[in-house]
């Protein structure tokens, strides 16, 4: 399912998104729930991804319980920040051979703690993981941005700029 033709045939498309289940309680906790909003037939269930790629392997995890136990549309996140490139091609792998189609990128958060050192080739902008992505997989993309300004940013035109370039 590519979210970007759901989108050309329809309004509105209707989608419903989850954390990572981390633990057998929040796992039972996010089936009761899948069960429960299901019959509400949403267009897709998309799936976050945590900052430095900490639930990396609980997101595809529940990216493949929705897709292939609950016979649910998913969109799977992926964040560059933290990881490298075999990292995230271990994961891109992994969302592609679970059948995922649509990928949304983000840059990533920085995980809270100071202890956090994001691998030395960690892609620093989504615009670089969008072009790794595009250079070595078929997946349609997604990607969110900061109109107004994203905190770091070092000018409104510098943002516009990279926008535009997603």
């Known amino acids: 399912m590519r979210v970007a033709e ?4 329809k309004r509105p498309v209707i989608s419903m998104e989850f954390f990572p289940f981390r633990d057998d309680k929040t796992a039972d906790n996010f089936n009761k729930t899948i069960e429960n909003l299901a019959p509400l037939n949403p267009d897709y269930m998309s799936v976050t991804f945590g900052a430095g790629g900490s639930t990396k392997d609980g997101s595809a995890q529940t990216v493949k319980t929705l897709m292939k136990e609950k016979m649910q549309p998913c969109v799977a996140y992926i964040a560059g920040f933290g990881l490298g490139p075999e990292e995230i091609t271990s994961v891109l ?3 592609r051979d679970l059948g995922v ?5 983000l840059r990533g ?3 809270k703690g100071a202890d956090f050192i994001p691998h ?3 892609f620093s902008y989504a615009s670089d993981l969008i072009a790794f992505i595009k250079k070595h997989y078929d997946f349609n993309l997604g990607c969110a941005g900061y109109p107004e300004g994203h905190v770091e940013a070092q000018s409104l035109e510098r943002i516009l700029s990279i926008s535009n370039s997603k």
């Open 109 to 111: 958060d920085k995980p």
């Open 93 to 95: 792998d992994q969302y």
């Open 6 to 9: 759901l989108y050309n045939k």
């Open 120 to 122: 030395p080739k960690s």
């Open 101 to 105: 189609e649509t990928i949304f990128i």
